[in-house]
């Protein structure tokens, strides 16, 4: 299936939302924030995207940026990706994709921890890398970097029977 | 290394041993015995941070083997452990087990920082790294390299050697009630 017909089919079974085709060397598709979880089924099971290959964010100026890089084992498509642009900085949230690819869980919880999204219907959204209780999420451009001491670190890591 | 402080004392004074045991007999301190003993049966704890674990490894394997120095078995529990081999990056999410570790190994115990990373916190001025294994446990060798190679890790462990060998029962610690001087 090539490309345009992916975005054919989209465009015909969501005509009200406004999914954008971005210009580029990847092919990129931007989606609203609302209708992240049903165009995901659709590209899973109408479109044999069985395969979520990655799945992060970018922090721009004006919004975050989730990105979803899908590829498909079943039938020889060319790679996607999905795009999601979250506006409100202050509070990013968006829908969960582990009803769709279950290999969503880490990733998500990684994006989390990292850049702070909220991704609502996530079985277990705790932080992944870091440990619940540290200040910030390191990946956003306003964390200021800096060496902390293991004294003040000690103050924020979790009791000594959770570890 | 040669045992000078074992053979120094090979020739035994006739008037404390009997003229057919003196071929089978041997004088020396109980120091020299003790350090001897134990410099030759240092086994390390099995603990792998980062990429200097990797030397750590290959210093353990057949190229240069550290087993030569009586470190045969890389030990997987503190409990028999007698030296840790900090080998990488410290992070703050692994300190606490760096610490806990240490405090289950019981003494006389000894540490090596190896690497930049242990050493001073490295090219990593960063808010999830530790800035040097100092920071959180007593540390006895200092080993710079980003990685050491294996030669630089023997090295440390011969240093560590000459350190124990310095040491004397009647003044370690480890052997002291406590709040005796």
Not at chain 1, 67 to 85: E, I, Q
Request: proline fraction near 8%; glycine fraction near 6%.
């Amino acid at each position: 299936m090539s490309h345009q017909a992916t975005l054919d089919t989209l465009l015909t079974r969501f005509p009200e939302a406004g999914i954008e085709r971005q210009e580029g060397l990847d092919f990129t598709i931007v989606l609203p924030s609302s209708l992240i979880v049903d165009a995901c089924r659709t590209l899973r099971d109408d479109l044999g995207f069985d395969f979520l290959s990655n799945l992060t964010a970018v922090d721009r100026p004006d919004a975050f940026e989730v990105v979803y890089h899908l590829y498909s084992l079943s039938n020889p498509a060319p790679p996607l990706a999905l795009k999601v642009r979250l506006a409100d900085k202050a509070d990013p949230r968006l829908a969960s994709v582990t009803s769709v690819w279950e290999g969503a869980n880490l990733q998500e919880r990684e994006v989390y921890d990292l850049f702070g999204i909220v991704f609502e219907g996530h079985p277990k959204l705790e932080r992944i890398l870091l440990w619940e209780g540290f200040p910030g999420h390191p990946l956003r451009k306003d964390f200021i970097n800096r060496i902390y001491s293991f004294e003040e670190m000690r103050a924020t890591l979790p009791p000594e029977t959770e570890r | 290394m040669p045992e000078r402080e074992i053979h120094h004392t090979l020739t035994v004074p006739e008037t404390l041993v009997p003229e057919d045991l003196q071929r089978n007999a041997l004088l020396t301190s109980v120091d020299s015995v003790y350090n001897w003993a134990r410099r030759r049966s240092m086994w390390p704890l099995t603990f792998g941070l980062a990429c200097c674990a990797l030397e750590m490894i290959a210093a353990g394997a057949a190229r240069y083997d550290y087993g030569r120095l009586g470190m045969d078995i890389p030990f997987s529990s503190p409990r028999q452990s007698d030296l840790l081999i900090i080998s990488g990056t410290i992070t703050h999410k692994m300190a606490p087990q760096l610490i806990r570790l240490w405090n289950q190994m019981p003494e006389p115990k000894y540490s090596i920082a190896m690497g930049a990373c242990t050493v001073s916190g490295g090219t990593f001025d960063s808010y999830a790294v530790v800035q040097g294994a100092a920071e959180l446990i007593p540390v006895d060798i200092y080993l710079p390299g980003c990685p050491p190679r294996p030669e630089a890790l023997i090295y440390a462990f011969t240093k560590l050697h000459e350190m124990v060998g310095q040491q004397s029962v009647k003044t370690v610690s480890w052997y002291r009630k406590e709040g005796e001087a």
